[in-house]
C-alpha cells in the first residue's frame, strides 16, 4: 500500500546541480520523517538528510552547505536539491519513510553521477 517513487537523478558536471523528488503515498507521508540515503558500490548506505513531519532537518557533514532537503505536503514529496555536486557524492540515492511504529518504507533508488 505505501508507495515511494524518486525521479530527477541522472549525470552531472562536478560544480553543477541536480534536484531528486520522492512521491510518497499520501496515507503516510504527513506523519513520517522523509529522508535521503544514498550507497555507492561498495559502500554502506548512508544517510544523506533527514526532514521530520514538522520540517526539523538534519543533514550529514559531508552535505552540509550544499544539500537542502524540503518537503511539499500537499505534493506529498519530498525534495533534495543537491548544489556543487562533486564526483564524491556518485551514488544510488534512496529515498525513505519513516512513520514510527508503523513502519518505514525505501523508495527504488535514483542514480547520480558527477563528473570530474
Known amino acids: 500500500q505505501v508507495q515511494l517513487v524518486e525521479s530527477g537523478g541522472g549525470l552531472v558536471q562536478a560544480g553543477g546541480s541536480l534536484r531528486l523528488s520522492c512521491a510518497a503515498s499520501?496515507?503516510?507521508?504527513?506523519?513520517?520523517?522523509m529522508g535521503w540515503y544514498r550507497q555507492a558500490p561498495g559502500k554502506q548506505r548512508d544517510l544523506v538528510a533527514t526532514?521530520?513531519?514538522?520540517?526539523?532537518?538534519n543533514y550529514a557533514d559531508s552535505v552540509k552547505g550544499r544539500f537542502t532537503i524540503s518537503r511539499d505536503g500537499a505534493k506529498n514529496t519530498v525534495y533534495l536539491q543537491m548544489n556543487s555536486l562533486q564526483p564524491e557524492d556518485t551514488a544510488v540515492y534512496y529515498c525513505?519513510?519513516?512513520?514510527?511504529?508503523?513502519?518505514?518504507?525505501w523508495g527504488q533508488g535514483t542514480q547520480v553521477t558527477v563528473s570530474s
Open positions: 526532514i521530520t513531519s514538522r520540517g526539523y532537518t
Open positions: 499520501a496515507n503516510i507521508f504527513s506523519s513520517s520523517t
Open positions: 525513505r519513510a519513516d512513520n514510527g511504529w508503523r513502519g518505514a518504507y
